[in-house]
């Protein structure tokens, strides 16, 4: 019997469905917060998401203000401007309404607002001393789980490094997942965010750090993910699809919250942080590298995630099952029109070494299951550049 202590976490209380948007106001009345700042991206302020939101706060008799300018992939500057529109307004609360992206950077200013500093001086586990501000995360898109994870991901700008700052203090009190606020999604982003509960799911499942509970809930996001993601990137309306999508990144949030992740995450918020990529898409080109890569180690789990993808490994031997989860992975990938590579999305050769050093210092990098050196490490980020463009060939024969 193994003596190592596990835990799992989660925000206390969690609401799903339609309509669940209209508890906001409620439950910050739980917290007898006075004024919420709201924090949320550029384009979901245009479309007037977060004034109904505010509205919905307001008639719950709590003041409002609202900080729209939450980046893609949120910096450090963000941050430090977000925390002082918090302190001018003279809040006591926040609500993170948008993705990860939007998640994050309220975790971070929540962080700076209970504990001060600088949200560099949070990056790695547990570095805050003071429980974080209430702060309720509204989700609109089914990919990140930010909006329920003890995980925060903020960009530094002088470094071009993501940070990884994993934290209890910074769970949010309450989530909520609406599905009608996902209607309608692009079909990029759904596909991008999708692929990212995808790769927490199969990170957590093969992790050091996974547990029978983690398993238990990688396993249902493995069934639901490729009946139900395709539906919703095929019709951005189907309620059905969008709703058991939010299920699905909620469980696969709750298993990475716990188990961790790996070298995908690891690698992926080195692309990210460098050259300002989209996330989900950075872990969907790694993820058949990083599985390939993990095989080894983790055959039986690979088999396992294999039939647990629908696919027929009847008969087959566990290495020949395994392999056919990475194919399946490939081929989900390719239908969402995921990229073939980052060559493609303006990655070069020679920032490699770079991405491939500050990988391996990424907290991820702890618990995946096969350790790899630096050499390793760069092989995987060199096969997942893709083949070269037509421009970039152009260029070369010229």
């Known amino acids: 019997m193994s003596n190592v202590l596990t835990q799992f976490a989660m925000p206390s209380i969690n609401l799903f469905g339609a309509g669940a948007i209209q508890e906001v106001g409620t439950r910050l009345q739980d917290f007898q917060v006075k004024k919420a700042l709201i924090v949320t991206d550029e384009g979901l302020h245009q479309l007037g998401l977060s004034e109904n939101i ?73 570095k805050s001393i003071n429980p974080l501000v209430p702060l309720i995360a509204i989700n609109t898109t089914a990919g990140t789980a930010s909006e ?19 934290d209890k203090h910074v769970t949010p009190r309450v989530s909520i997942n609406d599905p009608e606020l996902m209607l309608g999604l692009p079909p990029a982003l759904t596909a991008a965010t999708g692929l990212d509960a995808l790769t927490h799911a199969i990170e957590a499942y093969v992790s050091t750090g996974a547990t029978p509970i983690t398993d238990a809930c990688a396993e249902k996001v493995l069934q639901l993910i490729p009946k139900y993601l395709p539906r919703a990137y095929a019709n951005g309306g189907d309620l059905e699809a969008r ?18 992740l790996g070298y995908v995450h690891a690698i992926a918020h080195q692309f990210g942080g460098f050259y300002n990529l989209p996330h989900g898409v950075c872990n969907a080109i790694l993820l058949p590298h990083v599985c390939s890569f993990n095989l080894s180690s983790r055959t039986e789990r690979f088999a396992k995630i294999a039939e647990l993808l629908g696919e027929n490994v009847v008969g087959l031997s566990a290495r020949e099952a395994a392999e056919k989860a990475i194919s ?43 350790k790899a050196n630096l050499e390793e490490v760069k092989q995987i980020i060199t096969n997942s550049m893709g083949p070269v463009v037509a421009k970039q060939l152009e260029a070369v024969t010229n």
């Open 328 to 370: 399946s992975i490939k081929r989900l990938s390719k239908d969402l029109n995921i990229p073939s590579g980052f060559r493609e999305m303006g990655a070069k050769e020679e920032d490699i070494e770079t991405l491939a050093k500050n990988a391996m210092l990424d907290v991820c990098a702890v618990s995946n299951p096969r």
């Open 243 to 260: 709703e058991q999508m939010v299920y699905a990144q909620f469980l696969a949030g709750m298993a990475f919250n716990n188990a961790s």
């Open 148 to 166: 329920m994870t003890r995980f925060t991901i903020i960009t530094d700008l002088s470094r071009k490094v993501k940070m990884a700052i994993v």
């Open 54 to 126: 505010a509205t919905i706060i307001r008639e719950a008799g709590i003041e409002v203000a609202i900080f729209p300018k939450a980046e893609p992939n949120p910096t450090d500057k963000n941050v430090e401007e977000g925390a002082q529109v918090y302190e001018a307004e003279g809040c006591d609360g926040i609500v993170s309404l948008g993705g990860g992206s939007s998640h994050d950077a309220a975790k971070g200013i929540g962080l700076i607002a209970s504990n001060g500093g600088r949200i560099h001086d949070y990056e790695g586990v547990d």
